[in-house]
């Protein structure tokens, strides 16, 4: 079965980096396109960063726009999630997630469009 297992988080302090790590099994990887949500408490979850399946195509959230970088790296089935500057606001629980809708080239940030999800990985940011 399709399964996207996601590492990494933890606590750290204001101004610190993370790189989150999403490996995928059970799917062919590289016709996904591969995204990060992520959900802070009290509030519904939100699209942070996306790659498309051909992956010259990213898609960033104004939020996290200049600090948050994607890539992925298809011979490992993996996607990551490079953080920097983080700030308190940061602090959710991050998902990895899996798409096939739309060209090679799409970048999908609803929801409703990605077919799997990992179970998050928690990272919190302190001041």
């Known amino acids: 079965q399709v399964q996207l297992v996601e590492s990494g988080g933890g606590l750290v302090q204001a101004g610190d980096s993370l790189r989150l790590s999403c490996a995928a099994s059970?799917?062919?990887?590289?016709?996904?396109?591969m995204a990060w949500f992520r959900q802070a408490p009290g509030k519904e979850r939100e699209f942070v960063a996306g790659?498309?399946?051909?992956?010259?195509?990213?898609s960033i959230a104004s939020s996290v726009k200049g600090r948050f970088t994607i890539s992925r790296e298809n011979a490992k089935n993996t996607v990551y999630l490079q953080m920097n500057s983080l700030k308190p606001e940061d602090t959710a629980i991050y998902y990895c997630?899996?798409?096939?809708?739309?060209?090679?080239?799409?970048?999908?940030?609803?929801?409703?469009?990605?077919?799997?999800w990992g179970q998050g990985t928690q990272v919190t940011v302190s001041s």
């Open positions: 790659m498309s399946r051909s992956g010259d195509i990213t």
């Open positions: 059970g799917l062919s990887f590289s016709v996904y396109a």
């Open positions: 997630a899996a798409s096939n809708s739309g060209s090679r080239y799409f970048v999908p940030r609803g929801e409703p469009l990605y077919n799997y």
